[in-house]
């Protein structure tokens, strides 16, 4: 496996496989690599001939009162995690390198509607700084297909919106999160957990996974919601939202929804977690 921080150097040996008719896929990541984003590279390395992976903690996602400067960085063990599982090349590039201006004259790209509510909500600004980044690095590599993970479920959507309304040549591929015995989601949030709070967190998927069940007969999506709601904060846990959507949208859902996603963020300690099911009424 290559590794580069220059933009100059990784377009080179892109257009080298460019010229070889190779298909190339790319995984962007903030490192603290888990076996969440390894599940991308593997599903990469699966639908192309060539994987780039990146690492870049992305300082325009990051609010007022998010610290960057203490989001864990281990990129010895994320180099090592990355090469056995196929990656080719992966991007390090530096904050100077992907903003050069600095980020108060750094152009951004916004994404409405899908962007609103929830963790867009919870967290200004936090899709514009995504969807930037995303959009350059997409600039930058150029891929067939990029893989996300359904764990950032509206995340995925904004992605997938944007490529649309850009007009990106661009496959997305949204690939099932994985998950702990306990049903509690790989995240990078969870080295935030003290072992206690390891055993409170799983509240947030099982309760997910109740509510699931009680749409199929009943359609009080606000009340169940709220019940649901009740129930992780009983177990510990401090809700930031719980809802009920339409899958694609994420618009609240309606009793003639079929394909829907429950959207849920609670805190864990100092973990903030997200989490979220896709449902099909029947």
């Known amino acids: 496996m290559q590794t580069t921080e220059t933009i100059s150097a990784l377009r080179n040996e892109i257009n ?16 603290n690599l888990h076996q969440g984003h390894i599940a991308l590279v593997e599903k ?16 325009m996602q990051f609010g007022a009162n998010e610290d960057i400067g203490s989001y864990p960085r281990t990129m010895a063990a994320d180099q090592e995690k990355l090469k056995a599982a196929g990656c080719d090349l992966l991007f390090t590039p ?18 409405p509607n899908v962007s609103d509510g929830y963790c867009g909500e919870s967290r200004p600004g936090h899709f514009r700084g995504v969807a930037t980044v995303v ?16 764990k950032d479920y509206q995340q995925v959507q904004v992605i997938q919106t944007m490529v ?4 990106m040549p661009i496959e997305i ?28 967190a799983p509240a947030l998927s099982q309760n997910i996974q109740w509510l699931a069940k009680a749409i199929q007969s009943d359609s009080d999506f606000i009340g169940l919601a709220k019940q649901a709601a009740s129930y992780i904060d009983n177990a510990g846990m401090k809700t930031d939202y719980i809802h009920i959507c339409h899958a ?5 859902a309606s009793e003639d929804d079929k394909e829907l996603v429950i ?10 977690l997200i989490d979220n099911l896709q449902v099909t009424l029947t």
């Open 16 to 31: 080298l496989w460019r010229q070889q008719g190779l298909k190339i896929a790319f995984v962007p990541t903030m490192g």
């Open 44 to 59: 990469a390395k699966m639908l192309a001939d060539k994987v780039v992976a990146s690492i870049f903690v992305n300082p």
């Open 94 to 111: 530096t904050p100077a390198i992907i903003y050069p201006k600095g980020l108060d004259k750094q152009s951004y790209v916004e994404v």
């Open 135 to 150: 959009c350059k690095l997409f600039n930058i590599v150029q891929p067939n297909i990029a893989c996300f993970g359904l």
């Open 164 to 167: 649309e309304d850009l007009s």
């Open 173 to 200: 591929i949204a690939v099932e999160t994985v998950r702990e015995a306990s049903g509690l989601a790989l995240s990078s949030r969870n080295n935030y957990l003290t072992p206690e709070e390891k055993q409170t």
């Open 248 to 252: 694609r949208t994420l618009q609240p």
């Open 263 to 272: 959207l849920a963020a609670a805190h864990c300690g100092k973990a903030r």
